[in-house]
């Protein structure tokens, strides 16, 4: 935002606070919508989205549309705590800190490579980070698809022995 549509701090801080005000109210609600449709169909529609918003990033040429995809990214990250709530109900309450602490280290390792390997990429080709964001979400989004409309312990999967 700021090296292609040179973004002053108080745009970006302005796009920052547009987004904590929507989670502020919002993730409440989010949340009741969550238990209404079940996790895979929330995460469903998340990576749909998203695969939308990174194609979208890969062609703007306009600040306001940029800014505006900006928030509206945000808006589908915050379906992700479906995840969590798919995991607290195919686990054994005993594992979740456990599990949660591998989970945090896996994605912080995951938050310092990717985006390090794709800022070289970044200074050749910056339309292919966004065609791999999509990529990325386009295998959330398979991954979505294997999560049962009941997720509990013994059905974790749409494989598992419970339907």
Same mark, same amino acid.
């Given at each position: ?12 801080? *302005? ?12 993730? &409440? ?31 703007? /040429?306009?600040?306001? +549309? ?6 509206? /990214? ?10 969590? =709530?798919?995991? @607290?109900? +195919?686990? /054994? #309450?005993? /594992? +979740?800190?456990? =599990? ?9 390792? *995951? ?14 080709? #910056? ?6 964001? *999509? ?6 989004? *398979?991954?979505?698809?294997?999560? #049962?409309?009941? &997720? @509990? @312990?013994?059905?974790? =999967? ?6």
């Amino acid at each position: 935002m700021v090296e292609k549509f040179d973004y002053s701090v108080g745009q970006i801080s *302005a796009l920052f606070m547009i987004n904590y005000v929507f989670n502020l109210f919002f993730a &409440p609600k989010i949340g009741n919508w969550i238990g209404k449709v079940g996790e895979r169909k929330a995460l469903v529609f998340e990576y749909i989205g998203l695969i939308g918003v990174f194609v979208s990033y890969a062609w703007v /040429d306009n600040a306001y +549309i940029a800014g505006s995809l900006y928030v509206i /990214d945000h808006m589908f990250f915050a379906l992700a705590i479906a995840m969590k =709530t798919y995991f @607290q109900k +195919i686990s /054994d #309450p005993r /594992d +979740i800190a456990a =599990t949660a602490s591998v989970s945090f280290t896996i994605n912080h390792i *995951a938050a310092v490579v990717i985006p390090a390997l794709l800022g070289i990429l970044w200074l050749s080709s #910056p339309t292919s980070v966004f065609y791999i964001g *999509a990529v990325f979400a386009c295998c959330s989004l *398979a991954l979505a698809c294997l999560l #049962p409309l009941h &997720p @509990q @312990q013994g059905n974790e =999967t749409r494989f598992g022995a419970i339907r």
